[in-house]
């Protein structure tokens, strides 16, 4: 009875521990089922978190394309624009209409040549300067390539074609460079001379204020050689004096104008001793 009962309570902790087995080997599988979820749960927001952050990304930098698009069409509309802008202009030269150029010279200095350019006067007008220079060139004696160009213009009763327009434009703008070029050497003469046509325009709104650059140093120049002159017949003559004093007494009604007359003819010996290449300032 004794073995019996043992080997029964054997054989029952036996059933307990399979028992206990499968049950720990259940819930083993069971918690690593649930480690596997949770993986993959775990992968799922990190993939998620990945894509927000790469939708954030593309967000970004669709936002930055667009906002440069939009200023590259702002920049396209406006260039467009001016090129419309700039067709209607030539339409307007080449159907004899008057245009006219805005300018940007502002400047004190250059009024009068803003003025100029502003105005409408024969450079907005290209029928009103063949018609000048076909009477320019018909006055002239001989014969010239330009008179005979501009003789076929004279008396044009009809529309000038676009193709003669361009050529009248081409002759005038030669004229026009040949005369800029003039002028710049007399003021200029011992500068280079500008290698393109804007070149010349430029250096032309130079020349207002260094025409009274000019004119500063030829008073100048003419006043210290007639000076001069006084001072080798009066040594001791005080030359400061002389301009900023008042007359001595019993003279004061005198002033320099009432000797202008008298003194002409020396003031122009002194001009033709005077150098022209020189500028005093």
Same mark, same amino acid.
């Given at each position: 009875?004794?073995? /019996? ?16 087995? *499968? %049950?720990? +080997? ?12 949770? +993986? ?13 952050? !790469? ?6 930098? *669709?936002?930055?394309?667009?906002? !440069?698009?939009?200023? %590259?069409?702002?920049?396209? &509309? ?12 030539? &339409? ?6 008057? #245009? #006219?150029?805005? %300018? ?17 006067? /024969? ?12 009477? #320019? ?5 001989? %014969? ?36 800029? &070029? ?15 046509? #804007? ?15 000019? &004119? ?6 003419? +006043? ?58």
């Amino acid at each position: 009875m004794g073995t /019996a009962g043992a080997t029964s309570e054997v054989a029952t902790l036996k059933e307990a521990v399979s028992a206990a087995e *499968r %049950s720990a +080997a259940a819930e083993r599988t069971e918690r690593e089922k649930q480690e596997a979820q949770v +993986a993959a749960v775990r992968q799922e927001l990190q993939a998620l978190m990945e894509k927000h952050e !790469s939708l954030e990304r593309d967000s970004k930098t *669709r936002e930055s394309e667009l906002a !440069s698009a939009l200023e %590259s069409a702002k920049a396209a &509309k406006a260039e467009a624009h001016k090129s419309l802008q700039e067709i209607e202009s030539v &339409k307007k030269i080449a159907a004899g209409k008057a #245009f #006219f150029m805005q %300018s940007k010279d502002e400047n004190v200095n250059y009024v009068l040549l803003t003025r100029i350019r502003s105005s409408p006067g /024969a450079f907005a007008d290209l029928p009103r300067s063949v018609s000048d220079a076909a009477a #320019f060139y018909r006055a002239e004696e001989g %014969s010239s390539t330009e008179k005979v160009f501009w003789s076929q213009y004279a008396e044009a009763g009809h529309p000038v074609p676009p193709s003669d327009q361009l050529k009248q434009l081409v002759e005038l703008h030669k004229v026009a460079e040949q005369a800029m &070029k003039g002028l710049i050497v007399r003021l200029w003469p011992g500068e280079a001379m500008p290698g393109s046509y #804007f070149g010349l325009v430029r250096r032309l709104v130079d020349a207002c204020p260094w025409v009274e650059v000019v &004119k500063r140093s030829a008073c100048i120049e003419g +006043a210290r050689r007639a000076l001069a002159r006084a001072k080798v017949h009066w040594g001791k003559l005080d030359v400061k004096k002389l301009i900023t004093d008042a007359p001595p007494a019993g003279k004061e009604y005198c002033t320099p104008e009432m000797y202008y007359k008298t003194v002409l003819k020396g003031a122009r010996k002194i001009a033709d001793e005077c150098p022209r290449d020189v500028i005093i300032e």
